[in-house]
Every structure is written in structure tokens, then in C-alpha cells.
T-cell receptor
Framework: GQQLNQSPQSMFIQEGEDVSMNCTSS?????WLWYKQEPGEGPVLLIA?????ELTSNGRLTAQFGITRKDSFLNISASIPSDVGIYFC?????????????FGQGTILTVHP | GAVVSQHPSRVICKSGTSVKIECRSL??????MFWYRQFPKQSLMLMAT?????????EQGVEKDKFLINHASLTLSTLTVTSAHPEDSSFYIC??????????FGEGSRLTVL
């Protein structure tokens, strides 16, 4: 089956630093999504990417759909304490918008004030 | 984005009882919803796809008689954990797809079976 490798598994950074995390897949995806999950809550959609090479920003967050369609990265600039949480990438290989998502293992982000 | 709501957010039950979790799409219709299970510090594991008007599709290894799914309307799907046991304790999350294929998740339901 499809596999997503997300790295790093965890990050401990100082407030104000930039953060970068990425996901690579064993197969081609046509959709990449990035989510943030806080303790005891469901994941919240941060950025959705639909075309190879697409670069999209949402405030301090920027994500790109890799040109090979097998990878994506998420950058967070000037991190703040409320950025703490688990970040998940998710990809879809199917041709329909209702195809199943494959999730990465998550990146646990800790921001020290 | 679209809003998906789950209820209850937390439930504690005795072993052997059944628990129902509701998932509603509040501002859009969803012919398909997805149910996930998540263990602490792990990723989301897809359990089943809930289909309005037809049977749910279960992932390999998920017992359909244990986890009953009913997609009663275009805005409501329910997951019933039957004869719950402590090993069923987990965080259950539902989701529904938006128009562009993105998934919107509910708040999650924490089940604790004593």
C-alpha cells in the first residue's frame, strides 16, 4: 500500500525560529494536505495543495507540492508558542475527490518561549 | 472551512456496554464520511468509510460487527462501538470531504472503557 514518511518526528525550537517539515511518498499523489492537531482535538486543515509545483501560504505557513508529486513540505516562519501541536501531512492518490487519504506519522512541535 | 461536529466529546462506559458517537456536517451535505481511530502520539488510522444510503466500507482488520456505522442522512453518520472492552478505549474522529477533496475533521470523541 501507499506509505508516507514524515520527518522529523519531533522538533524542539525557540520562539522566533523557522520550522520546516516534509513528507515523501512511495507513489504519486494528486493532493497534499497539511493539518495541525492539538491535544484532545481533531486535526484542523492548514493548507491544501492540488497541483505539482504549487506553493501556497496561509499566514506564517507555507507549503509546497513537490514537482515529482511524491513529496511536500511545510514551513512555519517566526514560530510562536501557540504553534505547538502535532502536524500531519496527508496525501491522496486517487482520481476522485472522495478517495482515501494516507497520513504521515506526524511531527510533534514544541516551541520554547 | 466547512464545519464537522462530533458528540459526545468524552464518554466513559462500563465493559460490555455499547456507545454511540454522532458526526454531523453542520453547513454542508456529505454523502461520504470517514471514521478514524487514533492512539496516543500516533497517526490517524482509517477504520471505515460511511456511505449515505448504503453499507459502510470497512478497512482490513476492522470488525464491522464491533463498529457499527449508520449514515442516516446527508448530514449525520453514527459510529456505535458494541460490547465495548478496555482495548476499544481510544480517540475516535470523523471527517467529511469538502468540495475540493479536502477533509474536514470533527473535534474527536475520547472513549474510555472501564
Amino acid at each position: 500500500g501507499q506509505q508516507l514518511n514524515q520527518s522529523p518526528q519531533s522538533m524542539f525550537i525557540q520562539e522566533g525560529e523557522d520550522v520546516s517539515m516534509n513528507c515523501t511518498s512511495s507513489s504519486i499523489f494528486n493532493t497534499w494536505l497539511w493539518y495541525k492537531q492539538e491535544p484532545g482535538e481533531g486535526p484542523v486543515l492548514l493548507i491544501a495543495l492540488y497541483k505539482a509545483g504549487e506553493l501556497t501560504s496561509n499566514g506564517r505557513l507555507t507549503a509546497q507540492f513537490g514537482i515529482t508529486r511524491k513529496d511536500s513540505f511545510l514551513n512555519i516562519s517566526a514560530s510562536i508558542p501557540s504553534d505547538v501541536g502535532i502536524y500531519f501531512c496527508a496525501g491522496r492518490a486517487g482520481g476522485t475527490s472522495y478517495g482515501k487519504l494516507t497520513f504521515g506519522q506526524g511531527t510533534i512541535l514544541t516551541v520554547h518561549p | 472551512g466547512a464545519v464537522v461536529s462530533q458528540h459526545p466529546s468524552r464518554v466513559i462506559c462500563k465493559s460490555g456496554t455499547s456507545v454511540k458517537i454522532e458526526c454531523r456536517s453542520l453547513d454542508f451535505q456529505a454523502t461520504t464520511m470517514f471514521w478514524y481511530r487514533q492512539f496516543p502520539k500516533q497517526s490517524l488510522m482509517l477504520m471505515a468509510t460511511s456511505n449515505e444510503g448504503s453499507k459502510a466500507t470497512y478497512e482490513q482488520g476492522v470488525e464491522k460487527d464491533k463498529f457499527l456505522i449508520n449514515h442516516a442522512s446527508l448530514t449525520l453518520s453514527t459510529l456505535t462501538v458494541t460490547s465495548a472492552h478496555p482495548e476499544d478505549s481510544s480517540f475516535y474522529i470523523c471527517s467529511a470531504p469538502g468540495r475540493s477533496g479536502e477533509l474536514f475533521f470533527g473535534e474527536g470523541s475520547r472513549l474510555t472503557v472501564l
